[in-house]
């Protein structure tokens, strides 16, 4: 009487250079402002292709996967919560120093994990300074 329905499952649309390049940029400036090295960045972004953190580092914005997408802003949420808690020392320095607020580890280290859970802890952790 009543054909089964299906579940729908229609494929993510991909997204375009065009979206993607603010969050690139972001990511690229953080580097610099948090002073890291390329390893670093590649492993923070969840272990990409050094090759193309260097396009990006050179301008060249391409397609990014959503988790990558998810990582940069974290990354630039991160950053928007830890001004005020960095600016005694620094962003560069601070990142790099331990904080009791995470259980005497630094925020690199956290980042540095390429656990996007850590990220998103980091995030968290300092959200409320940021409001």
Do not use: K
Request: proline content about 6%.
């Amino acid at each position: 009487m009543f054909a089964a329905i299906g579940t729908a499952i229609s494929p993510e649309r991909p997204v375009s250079p065009a979206e993607t390049g603010p969050l690139v940029r972001t990511a690229v400036l953080l580097a610099r402002v948090w002073e890291l090295g390329d390893a670093q960045m590649v492993a923070i972004l969840g272990g990409m292709q050094p090759e193309s953190w260097r396009r990006w580092c050179a301008g060249c914005v391409e397609i990014v996967d959503r988790e990558r997408l998810r990582r940069m802003a974290l990354l630039r949420d991160i950053h928007l919560a830890t001004r005020t808690a960095s600016a005694g020392l620094g962003a560069a320095d601070w990142i790099r120093a331990r904080q009791p607020a995470l259980a005497g580890r630094s925020p690199l280290q956290m980042m540095a994990s390429g656990q996007i859970d850590d990220l998103v802890r980091l995030r968290d952790a300092y959200a409320p300074l940021a409001a």
